[in-house]
């Protein structure tokens, strides 16, 4: 299962200050974006959902809405599609299903060879000792 592609009217964007250094450009220009998207109210599929709510990232917070700060580039437009970027990336994380891990037992003879190792060792161990009397 690939990652859908998340409709643009389910996401909210909204234009603040950047923080940091930057001079005037930072005091007077909203380039930073905060990108807010509901992940209960989105149309993803639900099992889609399901494990995006159970992933522990800080940038979902408890009622299910994703919360992204792109600040890093100088224009808006830029910052705005980094934000995409990064929401992609948190949806293809759990799109593809980790694949079930099935125990397996050691084979007789891989068994065999540790207990043979384990006896040796301790004989080599025990060879340092100091003689008893």
Not at 56 to 75: F, L, M, N, P
Request: avoid cysteine; proline fraction near 5%; charged fraction near 30%.
């Amino acid at each position: 299962m690939r990652a859908p592609v998340i409709p643009e009217n389910e996401i909210e964007f909204t234009a603040i200050r950047a923080q940091g250094a930057g001079g005037q450009n930072v005091n007077k220009v909203s380039s930073a974006i905060h990108l807010r998207f509901d992940i209960r109210a989105s149309s993803l599929p639900d099992p889609l959902k399901e494990r995006l709510l159970a992933l522990s990232d800080q940038r979902i917070t408890k009622e299910g809405v994703v919360i992204i700060k792109a600040q890093t580039h100088r224009s808006q437009e830029k910052n705005k599609e980094e934000a995409l970027q990064r929401l992609q990336e948190i949806v293809a994380s759990v799109a593809v299903l980790p694949r079930v891990r099935r125990s397996t037992t050691p084979t007789r003879s891989s068994q065999r060879k540790r207990v043979d190792t384990k006896v040796r060792r301790g004989e080599v161990k025990s060879l340092r000792r100091k003689i008893a009397d």
